[in-house]
């Protein structure tokens, strides 16, 4: 057995904290997505220039953007760490910097000609500063009396203390944080503004398209560019920065790309992966394919771009997000009047992505070949190595450590230990970055193989790895997403696949539950 060096190990833990910091930033956006989606709908219908404007209805817009949206996302935020407690606080400390930040507007427009005044900034970044301060600080001051109130105190001492501290936020909320929120938003949108102004904006592809397979898309897209993105489309209707990160193009290419010219259990479910990547909105299933061959990110770079691009030149956005980032939801959110070039930007995206990927899938084909005929399997084998170079440890069940991978790969892949198959399993959880998307789809093929094999008992979940508790016996994840399911759920048999869709593991999973279920009848 080997030992990751030092060296590997704290890259690892780097990567690994930078997913969990990426994870927290889109979990406080994400659960309010519906929210963001509903008022795009009624900006995309009722704004002077929507389909079916409407002065009355449209008189909902504007406050659902600049009071619901960020008191939603602060009590999110709250929530995420201090329970309801966390979130009302959170709520109110949101509500000062919104009052806060009107009030710093106001008094720059009087000094302004009127042809030049500012508009609302909205309080997305401070709510997801504010949420989780405010609910953090709470959690700590209550923990300064915690078996010290007299009996029969408890609810005066809980209300008052978390009203009187909510007040407190409120200001910090007010003056310093409304201040550096405005001051920070001026200089992102004046950012961002150069980079159109200057034809540059496709260079975020740069950035977006490998963060995005190393499973830090719902961090970006949700984390950073939708706050942007909601701004930018209350004050002009639609937004470019909705489709930098959401644009199903590059990966429906990459994956048409391993229809055609793959090889081995690649190519075998590239097919399936396209119609869930490009209907379904679930980009990470194309995410293995490119792990497998680094270089690929290159070919998911310049489609990136060239989608970008598309939309530069065709002035397109959408109203708001495209959440799942499908192709069905991409069109619907899409502002009057721009889907010939959306649709156009996800064709173009899409075939550039697929023409690199064809030459250097090509470039590589005999190489390929000749490990599969050694008895290696390309598409397991080079996700281990993957794995192998980034000093990730593989906890595999007994019996399932050559299901997903070749010997050869296992043996690339460094300490490989393998865990106790003693442990009764009744409650298998599929966990992912948001919980929400491919894991579900994981749950929902291991629970058909489930029912299909006639075993009963079983519970299938799917869950966001933050949320993972000690009610699982069983953990299934993607490769690069096993070492933070390891640290919410240290006591679950973890077992690591190389996409959700269709992994063997599958059926050596169901054949253990089989097993153990006829061995207590």
């Known amino acids: 057995m080997t030992t990751a060096t030092p060296a590997a190990e704290q890259k690892g833990g780097a990567r690994v ?36 404007p409407n002065a009355d209805l449209a008189t909902i817009v504007s406050p659902m953007i600049h009071y619901l949206l960020p008191i939603l996302v602060g009590y999110t935020a709250g929530y995420m760490v201090y329970s309801t407690r966390g979130g009302v606080v959170g709520s109110i400390a949101t509500m000062g910097a919104i009052a806060g930040s009107d009030l710093l507007i106001a008094n720059i427009n009087a000094t302004l000609p009127a042809d030049n005044q500012l508009g609302q900034i909205h309080m997305f970044i401070g709510a997801m500063i504010l949420g989780p301060l405010a609910a953090w600080t709470m959690k700590k001051l209550d923990a300064l009396w915690e078996g010290k109130v007299r009996a029969g105190f408890e609810m005066l001492i809980n209300m008052f203390s978390a009203g009187i501290w909510g007040f407190f936020m409120a200001i910090v909320g007010f003056f310093p944080v409304a201040w550096l929120v405005n001051g920070l938003m001026s200089v992102l949108e004046r950012a961002v503004g150069w980079l159109i102004d200057n034809n540059l904006l496709p260079l975020a592809s740069i950035l977006i398209e490998p963060a995005k397979v190393f499973f830090l898309n719902n961090a970006i897209n949700h984390g950073v560019l939708t706050p942007l993105a909601s701004q930018e489309s209350s004050q002009t209707g639609k937004s470019i920065l909705y489709l930098l990160e959401a644009n199903p193009g590059p990966g429906v290419g990459l994956l048409l790309a391993f229809t055609v010219f793959g090889i081995g259990a690649a190519r075998a479910s590239a097919p399936g992966a396209a119609v869930i990547q490009f209907f379904g909105g679930i980009h990470e299933v194309y995410f293995p394919f490119a792990l497998m061959k680094p270089v690929l990110i290159v070919a998911l770079i310049a489609g990136g771009m060239t989608g970008v691009t598309t939309n530069m030149l065709f002035n397109t956005g959408l109203v708001a997000p495209a959440s799942p980032g499908s192709i069905i939801a991409v069109m619907g959110q899409t502002a009057r009047g721009d889907h010939l070039g959306v649709a156009l930007s996800v064709i173009l995206s899409a075939a550039v992505t697929f023409l690199v990927s064809m030459l250097i899938l090509l470039a590589s084909r005999k190489r390929d070949l000749a490990a599969q005929e050694a008895g290696s399997d390309t598409f397991s084998a080079a996700i281990a190595q993957t794995e192998a170079n980034k000093g990730k440890k593989s906890d595999a069940l007994s019996g399932l450590a050559g299901a997903g991978a070749a010997p050869a790969a296992a043996a ?18 599929f966990a992912c970055d948001a919980g929400m998307g491919s894991s579900a789809m994981g749950a929902s093929v291991l629970r058909n ?73």
């Open 17 to 52: 904290a930078i997913q969990k910091f990426g994870t927290f930033l889109s979990g406080m956006i994400m659960p309010n997505i519906p929210a963001l989606i509903a008022w795009g709908i009624f900006t995309a219908f009722f704004i002077d220039v929507g389909w079916t």
């Open 449 to 521: 193989k489930i029912k299909k094999a006639g075993i009963e008992g079983i519970t299938v979940t799917n869950k966001a790895i933050a949320n993972l508790d000690p009610s699982a016996d069983l953990v299934i994840t993607q490769q690069q997403l096993t070492d933070r399911a390891k640290g919410q759920a240290p006591d679950a048999i973890h077992v690591s696949v190389d996409n959700f869709m269709n992994s063997p593991k599958y059926d050596e999973v169901v054949g253990l539950v089989e097993k153990q279920h006829s061995d207590e009848s």
């Open 412 to 429: 690339a892949a460094g300490d490989s230990t393998t865990a106790t198959t003693d442990k009764p399993i009744h409650t298998i959880v």
